[in-house]
């Protein structure tokens, strides 16, 4: 049970989130209910546009809340708990996460107060309780007033739970937030029963601030005090120069939710009434919840991307968001006909970058399709591996007899890539009872490439685009470039076959060698070009000058390629240069040749 909850990315945070979430779904429902008992539908219209206007806090907060759980990972990067629940260890790190307390508590205090001076006396005048500067509605205006006080204390709750979360405390997070939200949506319901009214509001927002308040102050009151009180005259974090840049995006982004979200009840309560703002806050409150509990996977891991971004570990980062998104997008809960593994490296660049990631990130991906093969053994399995898992001598075309041949006593980086995909399919043949296809792609192209990439191909294309001279090497190399319309085939014909576990090699018509290319550009695009020696490639799977393959299996299934390699080329060529680009200043393109 445990290893499955691991494969669904159910750790202890995500468990107390997924349980505080789930709480939410089903009391959310319940307070429902229990607000269309006890409010007539003219106060249901206030309850819910209440929630909505006091939500414009979010102009206060501007993101600050969530910037700080990133800040607060990185500097966690070199620092550690202690057994006195303080921190300790890089003291320009601890001084830098004081000066984020500092400045957290600084913000709040303006933002608590800009509040009160002027959301408390806008919401009296926008619900009508206030005219003339004489209180009509004292149902209204005074918890009204109660609700903006108690929320503008509750920014310093938050802001100080926000520090925990980036310091790495997010299950213990997520348990105070559970006991917020039981306690508080009680009290709602227990103030609705005993005739309470918007009184609830403030009821659970009271709550809030005293479960939050309470918590913190039993198990991180050192924490705070070590960090508050601590001396030292090394320089802390700049809001101007660190922070802000990052802030002002999350800021964008929350007050643009607002006015996508939030903005219906008060339009709706000035245009229609309360009794129409009260049916779309019901409405909005139900799919909030349903929100809430599928972006648990990825919130509770935000410390984690902190601490991998501060620590430059990008292919773990993508690797890690992307698992998260599946998990919370319920990959596992769905019934599929076919899944594609599409996950691996665009260029050669970012392979080198990836360095030995590739293992891990292949492996977790093609994991979690196993598993869910084991539970759903009808559904196709297509697997985009690479020609690379033969190894990295072509010094001829592959056939299929061809071994793969890999220098287990002398390994580099180069052969990593390839490595990780032969791994993965000596996986997919160990189960001969799944239905798994691996695709050994050679090299493809299309109109959609990234002609930013170092591949030849590409920097033929851009010396074309930007009117420049390309620098090549001599080497005499032959490549298979696979059109997107033979791969649609390819895999269409695969998924339409009977069921088997086996392997095939992508292939065209006919492969090009280098210099037909050359020439083929040349002649229809007019490419300049001149070969050189001096020349430094990016080279990310080894050097194959004949790089594709005579194994023709695939034309077991009812594959029959429509397209040379030339003749994809040419097409899909003229289609991107037909799209304007920015034009450098370099006279000069300077191309190396690689596997795709």
Same mark, same amino acid.
């Given at each position: 049970?445990?290893?499955?909850?691991?494969?669904?990315?159910?750790?202890?945070?995500?468990?107390?989130?997924?349980?505080?979430?789930?709480?939410?779904?089903?009391?959310?429902? #319940?307070?429902?209910?229990?607000?269309?008992?006890?409010?007539?539908?003219?106060?249901?219209?206030?309850?819910?546009?209440?929630?909505?206007?006091?939500?414009?806090? @979010?102009?206060?907060?501007?993101?600050?809340?969530?910037?700080?759980?990133?800040?607060?990972?990185?500097?966690?990067?070199?620092?550690?708990?202690?057994?006195?629940?303080?921190?300790?260890?890089?003291?320009?790190?601890? =001084?830098?996460?004081?000066?984020?307390?500092?400045?957290?508590?600084?913000?709040?205090?303006?933002?608590?107060?800009?509040?009160?001076?002027?959301?408390?006396?806008?919401?009296?005048?926008?619900?009508?309780?206030?005219?003339?500067?004489?209180?009509?509605?004292?149902?209204?205006?005074?918890?009204?007033?109660?609700?903006?006080?108690?929320?503008?204390?509750?920014?310093? @709750?938050?802001?100080?739970?926000?520090?925990?979360?980036?310091?790495?405390?997010?299950?213990?997070?997520?348990?105070?937030?559970?006991?917020?939200?039981?306690?508080?949506?009680?009290?709602?319901?227990?103030?609705?029963?005993?005739?309470?009214?918007?009184?609830?509001?403030?009821?659970?927002?009271?709550?809030?601030?005293?479960?939050?308040?309470?918590?913190?102050?039993?198990?991180? =009151?050192?924490?705070?005090?070590?960090?508050?009180?601590?001396?030292?005259?090394?320089?802390?974090?700049?809001?101007?120069?660190?922070?802000?840049?990052?802030?002002?995006?999350?800021?964008?982004?929350?007050?643009?939710?607002?006015?996508?979200?939030?903005?219906?009840?008060?339009?709706?309560?000035?245009?229609?009434?309360?009794?129409?703002?009260?049916?779309?806050?019901?409405?909005?409150? @139900?799919?909030?919840?349903?929100?809430?509990?599928?972006?648990?996977?990825?919130?509770?891991?935000?410390?984690?991307?902190?601490?991998?971004?501060?620590?430059?570990?990008?292919?773990?980062?993508?690797? #890690?968001?992307?698992?998260?998104?599946?998990?919370?997008?319920?990959?596992?809960?769905?019934?599929?006909?076919?899944?594609?593994?599409?996950?691996?490296?665009?260029?050669?660049?970012?392979?080198?970058?990836?360095?030995?990631?590739?293992?891990?990130?292949?492996?977790?991906?093609?994991?979690?399709?196993?598993?869910?093969?084991?539970?759903?053994?009808?559904?196709?399995?297509?697997?985009?591996?690479?020609?690379?898992?033969?190894?990295?001598?072509?010094?001829?075309?592959?056939?299929?007899?061809?071994?793969?041949?890999?220098?287990?006593?002398?390994?580099?980086?180069?052969?990593?890539?390839?490595?990780?995909?032969?791994?993965?399919?000596?996986?997919? =043949?160990?189960?001969?009872?799944?239905?798994? @296809?691996?695709?050994?792609?050679?090299?493809?192209?299309?109109?959609?490439?990234?002609?930013?990439?170092?591949?030849?191909?590409?920097?033929?294309?851009?010396?074309?685009?930007?009117?420049?001279?390309?620098?090549?090497?001599?080497?005499?190399?032959?490549?298979?470039?696979?059109?997107?319309?033979?791969?649609?085939?390819?895999?269409?014909?695969?998924?339409?076959?009977?069921?088997?576990?086996?392997?095939?090699?992508?292939?065209?018509?006919?492969?090009?060698?280098?210099?037909?290319?050359?020439?083929?550009?040349?002649?229809?695009?007019?490419?300049?070009?001149?070969?050189?020696?001096?020349?430094?490639?990016?080279?990310?799977?080894?050097?194959?000058?004949?790089?594709?393959?005579?194994?023709?299996?695939?034309?077991?299934?009812?594959?029959?390629?429509?397209?040379?390699?030339?003749?994809?080329? #040419?097409?899909?060529?003229?289609?991107?240069?037909?799209?304007?680009?920015?034009?450098?200043?370099?006279?000069?393109?300077?191309?190396?040749?690689?596997?795709?």
């Amino acid at each position: 049970m445990k290893r499955f909850a691991l494969r669904l990315g159910i750790d202890r945070a995500v468990f107390f989130t997924l349980l505080g979430r789930g709480w939410n779904v089903g009391a959310g429902l #319940l307070t429902i209910a229990v607000i269309a008992r006890f409010l007539s539908p003219e106060l249901q219209g206030y309850y819910y546009t209440f929630n909505s206007v006091i939500a414009l806090q @979010i102009f206060a907060e501007l993101g600050l809340n969530f910037a700080i759980v990133q800040f607060a990972s990185h500097e966690m990067a070199e620092l550690a708990w202690q057994p006195d629940a303080t921190v300790s260890g890089n003291p320009n790190a601890k =001084r830098r996460l004081q000066s984020l307390l500092h400045f957290a508590y600084s913000w709040f205090g303006g933002a608590a107060l800009l509040m009160i001076a002027l959301l408390m006396p806008a919401g009296l005048y926008f619900f009508g309780a206030v005219k003339g500067g004489v209180i009509t509605l004292p149902n209204i205006a005074i918890p009204w007033s109660l609700l903006v006080v108690l929320t503008a204390f509750n920014l310093f @709750i938050t802001a100080s739970a926000a520090l925990l979360e980036g310091c790495g405390k997010v299950a213990k997070i997520a348990v105070m937030r559970l006991w917020q939200s039981i306690l508080a949506m009680t009290t709602v319901c227990i103030t609705l029963a005993l005739g309470g009214k918007l009184y609830a509001l403030v009821a659970s927002s009271l709550m809030m601030a005293l479960i939050g308040f309470g918590w913190l102050l039993v198990n991180h =009151r050192k924490f705070f005090k070590d960090l508050i009180g601590h001396r030292t005259a090394l320089p802390g974090m700049s809001w101007r120069t660190e922070i802000w840049p990052f802030q002002w995006r999350i800021a964008i982004s929350w007050m643009s939710g607002y006015l996508i979200f939030q903005l219906f009840n008060p339009l709706l309560f000035k245009t229609h009434g309360s009794i129409a703002a009260g049916q779309m806050g019901m409405s909005l409150q @139900i799919i909030g919840a349903m929100n809430g509990v599928a972006m648990v996977w990825i919130t509770t891991k935000a410390p984690t991307y902190g601490q991998l971004i501060a620590s430059k570990q990008f292919a773990k980062l993508n690797a #890690l968001f992307a698992r998260g998104l599946l998990q919370s997008s319920g990959f596992a809960n769905h019934e599929f006909d076919a899944i594609i593994n599409f996950v691996g490296v665009g260029n050669p660049a970012q392979a080198i970058a990836m360095g030995n990631s590739i293992f891990d990130i292949t492996l977790r991906f093609d994991e979690m399709v196993l598993d869910y093969l084991q539970t759903h053994p009808n559904c196709r399995y297509l697997f985009l591996s690479s020609g690379a898992a033969y190894g990295s001598s072509f010094n001829e075309p592959v056939n299929r007899d061809a071994p793969a041949i890999v220098a287990i006593n002398n390994l580099v980086p180069q052969d990593w890539y390839g490595v990780a995909k032969l791994h993965a399919e000596c996986r997919h =043949r160990s189960y001969p009872e799944l239905p798994i @296809i691996d695709i050994r792609v050679f090299n493809y192209f299309s109109r959609t490439q990234d002609i930013s990439a170092r591949f030849l191909i590409t920097d033929i294309l851009r010396a074309i685009r930007d009117k420049k001279v390309l620098k090549t090497s001599p080497d005499y190399i032959v490549r298979d470039f696979l059109h997107p319309t033979d791969f649609y085939q390819l895999v269409s014909v695969l998924l339409s076959v009977p069921a088997t576990n086996t392997a095939v090699d992508c292939y065209t018509k006919a492969p090009i060698d280098k210099p037909n290319l050359l020439a083929a550009m040349q002649e229809k695009f007019g490419l300049q070009y001149k070969t050189t020696k001096a020349i430094t490639s990016v080279n990310a799977t080894g050097c194959k000058p004949h790089y594709y393959s005579l194994n023709t299996n695939a034309a077991d299934f009812g594959y029959q390629p429509n397209l040379t390699s030339l003749e994809g080329i #040419l097409d899909d060529a003229e289609k991107i240069l037909a799209t304007p680009a920015i034009v450098f200043d370099s006279k000069e393109v300077i191309s190396s040749w690689m596997g795709k």
